[in-house]
């Protein structure tokens, strides 16, 4: 799993992506905002149906963003949004046993849901941070109770973030759903990355657990020098580049 925020991209991932997140991470990667608490339901579907129309034989996965699932007819009306809008074949929510209510409700809707546990990125403020999950026992506990929980309401696949690899392996063998992580740890199902991340295209912080497979950032940038250089000298067009 990857996450695409529009069709150029997930053009390029298809080939290789079992499934295309469209993350409310794109309020970072995208707005450049701290967080992802501000993202819209009208961005969402936007980048959603940007990322459909560029990968039309991928498995789509949209983030159900910050507000939109406060209480069953909330979460119902946005996520029959997300369907009636978009061609997207799934929805992911956040939280644990506290919102098994919520997938079920959606799943009894006919919604497919993906839960999400461990770090959430949408309670950041309540929390006061970016904090790891699973220094515990008793945080090892809850998550496998959260898991457990989200599966048995419906959802057909979990999304652990920021937890302790050792813990995250016991989360994946305490459900028959796939468990995909990030930041957990190889002891899950799958993986799943920002793909301005692991690119090397975000640089203002990159977290621990992210792999760069390029230096996008500074590939991008020595490009657009060479080009700029190119116009000033006027090297570029020439007699290969007119019409």
Same mark, same amino acid.
């Given at each position: 799993?990857?996450?695409?925020?529009?069709?150029?991209?997930?053009?390029?991932?298809?080939?290789?992506?079992?499934?295309?997140?469209?993350?409310?991470?794109?309020?970072?990667?995208?707005?450049?905002?701290?967080?992802?608490?501000?993202?819209?339901?009208?961005?969402?579907?936007?980048?959603?149906?940007?990322?459909?129309?560029?990968?039309?034989?991928?498995?789509?996965?949209?983030?159900?963003?910050?507000?939109?699932?406060?209480?069953?007819?909330?979460?119902?009306?946005?996520?029959? /949004? &997300?369907? =009636?809008?978009?061609?997207?074949?799934?929805?992911? !929510?956040?939280? *644990?046993?506290?919102?098994?209510?919520? @997938?079920?409700?959606?799943?009894?809707?006919?919604?497919?849901?993906?839960?999400?546990?461990?770090?959430?990125?949408?309670?950041?403020?309540?929390?006061?941070?970016?904090?790891?999950?699973?220094?515990?026992?008793?945080?090892?506990?809850?998550?496998?109770?959260?898991?457990?929980?989200?599966?048995?309401?419906?959802?057909?696949?979990?999304?652990?973030?920021?937890?302790?690899?050792?813990?995250?392996? /016991? &989360?994946? =063998?305490?459900?028959?759903?796939?468990?995909?992580? !990030?930041?957990? *740890?190889?002891?899950?199902?799958?993986? @799943?990355?920002?793909?301005?991340?692991?690119?090397?295209?975000?640089?203002?912080?990159?977290?621990?657990?992210?792999?760069?497979?390029?230096?996008?950032?500074?590939?991008?940038?020595?490009?657009?020098?060479?080009?700029?250089?190119?116009?000033?000298?006027?090297?570029?067009?020439?007699?290969?580049?007119?019409?």
């Amino acid at each position: 799993m990857i996450t695409a925020y529009d069709a150029l991209f997930a053009r390029l991932f298809e080939q290789s992506a079992d499934i295309l997140l469209v993350g409310d991470s794109l309020n970072m990667s995208f707005a450049g905002k701290n967080d992802t608490l501000s993202t819209s339901m009208d961005q969402m579907i936007y980048h959603t149906n940007a990322v459909c129309k560029g990968a039309p034989n991928t498995f789509v996965i949209c983030d159900m963003p910050f507000g939109s699932y406060r209480d069953e007819a909330t979460a119902l009306t946005n996520s029959l /949004r &997300v369907y =009636q809008e978009t061609p997207a074949d799934c929805v992911k !929510i956040e939280g *644990g046993a506290s919102k098994a209510h919520l @997938v079920k409700h959606l799943v009894d809707n006919g919604i497919a849901v993906c839960g999400h546990i461990g770090l959430l990125p949408q309670s950041v403020r309540a929390e006061g941070g970016y904090k790891v999950k699973g220094k515990t026992e008793h945080e090892a506990l809850a998550l496998i109770s959260d898991a457990q929980a989200i599966q048995n309401a419906g959802a057909f696949i979990l999304v652990i973030e920021g937890v302790k690899a050792d813990v995250a392996s /016991r &989360v994946a =063998q305490s459900v028959s759903i796939p468990v995909i992580g !990030i930041g957990a *740890g190889n002891g899950v199902d799958g993986q @799943v990355l920002v793909f301005s991340d692991m690119l090397g295209l975000y640089e203002p912080f990159v977290p621990k657990f992210v792999k760069q497979y390029m230096n996008g950032a500074k590939m991008v940038k020595e490009s657009v020098k060479c080009y700029a250089k190119e116009v000033q000298s006027k090297t570029f067009p020439d007699e290969n580049y007119v019409y």
